[in-house]
């Protein structure tokens, strides 16, 4: 599905990403674990080449369902992008946009990637937000931001990320700012959303526990390098790295 290696430097900081290499299997969920400052969203946003007009500096290869993105033009990467590989990003509350209301948003995310018109997806956006546990009615469509949870804002950016039916869909610590409890039903949803459609799924996380029900494999990113990656159970029973034990000594074990 998708296989990358990548170098990243900021202007303020270099060696960010180190030759990370990743690679995701179709229909499978990895994990990608790291501490804060790891270089979990640098990789992600290189992986879509998001960070060509930050002032960094990206080198190496990605490879998407035997494409080279390498050199492609933002007009052909936005033909990618929604199409082929969707972001669900961090924070709900930043990346909506506060002025528009939902249904505006979903449109404006439908038409960056097709000329289809938007009122005959009416029905099919329906199906969709029932999909994620939202109300499929005009009601929820016609709120803005500050009108609806951010458990719900969640679920919108999922349902946005699905508009297009991408194969790869890359999660950037989707439940960092829920409660448990929400946080846990997200989780569930994207494992759903994954069999549904038989997608891939990049879960990036630095919650090892969590990563460790729902992935079938893992990879450890310490320092901007991948330290290990393997099987998820292999990975939690024979860790390999120093790094990665101290992961697994952490997780809490209840007498």
Not at 28 to 44: D, F, M, N, P, Y
Not at 218 to 243: F, K, M
């Amino acid at each position: 599905m998708l296989s990358a290696k990548l170098w990243v430097d900021y202007p303020q900081k270099v060696d960010v990403l180190l030759g990370a290499a990743i690679d995701i299997f179709p229909g499978e969920i990895l994990g990608l674990v790291g501490r804060s400052g790891s270089g979990k969203t640098t990789l992600a946003l290189a992986l879509l080449r998001l960070l060509d007009h930050t002032g960094a500096r990206v080198h190496g290869t990605t490879t998407l369902l035997g494409r080279d993105l390498t050199g492609l033009s933002e007009r052909r990467l936005r033909e990618i992008r929604g199409r082929q590989v969707s972001l669900i990003p961090q924070s709900p509350t930043a990346a909506l946009n506060p002025a528009l209301r939902i249904e505006t948003q979903l449109r404006e995310a439908w038409y960056a990637h097709s000329r289809e018109p938007w009122s005959g997806q009416r029905r099919r956006v329906a199906a969709l937000l029932a999909s994620v546990g939202l109300p499929p009615d005009e009601e929820v469509l016609q709120r803005f931001p500050s009108e609806i949870s951010v458990g719900q804002a969640q679920r919108i950016l999922i349902a946005m990320a699905l508009l297009h039916g991408p194969p790869l869909l890359i999660a950037d610590e989707p439940t960092s700012a829920l409660d448990v409890i929400v946080g846990q039903e997200i989780l569930r949803l994207l494992a759903g959303i994954v069999r549904e459609h038989r997608a891939s799924l990049l879960l990036i996380s630095h919650d090892l526990p969590t990563v460790a029900i729902l992935c079938q494999r893992v990879a450890i990113l310490y320092d901007g390098e991948i330290v290990e990656c393997g099987a998820t159970r292999d990975v939690l029973h024979t860790p390999v790295h120093s790094y990665t034990r101290q992961l697994v000594a952490a997780i809490p074990k209840w007498e």
